[in-house]
Nanobody
Framework: QVHLTESGGTSVQAGDSLSLSCVPS????????LGWFRQAPEKEREFVGG????????YYNPSVKGRFTISRDNAKNTVYLQMSALKPEDTAVYYC???????????????????????WGQGTQVTVSS
């Protein structure tokens, strides 16, 4: 299992930038994919994007591509979700999650499904005001 801790959520204005962090613990190897999801009130949990912890693959939801960037700093054992040009519709609780299947997929269909992830963080609230 992997324990995930997100941080960095806060209230910002439309057009602002914000960076969220996710720190995994409890597993020494890095052979898993880490995804970012978000869930707005009364909406389903939505895939934002993700990155292979030990590899070079990354995927993004088209709604955030070009505005959001996911990166990892192995030295700090941290994955970042860097968000720019934020919009009120980006308001949600943001979660990081780990796919521990150990299988790498060549498209994002697997990674877009919340059920593909075995471990989830507690979430961090991002509120974007107009």
């Amino acid at each position: 299992q992997v324990h995930l801790t997100e941080s960095g959520g806060t209230s910002v204005q439309a057009g602002d930038s914000l960076s969220l962090s996710c720190v995994p613990s409890g597993r020494t190897d890095s052979n898993y994919f880490l995804g970012w999801f978000r869930q707005a009130p009364e909406k389903e949990r939505e895939f934002v994007g993700g990155i292979g912890w030990g590899g070079s693959i990354s995927y993004y939801n088209p709604s955030v591509k070009g505005r959001f960037t996911i990166s990892r700093d192995n030295a700090k054992n941290t994955v970042y979700l860097q968000m720019s040009a934020l919009k009120p519709e980006d308001t949600a609780v943001y979660y990081c999650a780990a796919d521990l299947s150990g299988t790498w997929f060549t498209d994002d269909r697997h990674y877009r499904r919340p059920s593909s992830y075995a471990s989830w963080g507690q979430g961090t609230q991002v509120t974007v005001s107009s």
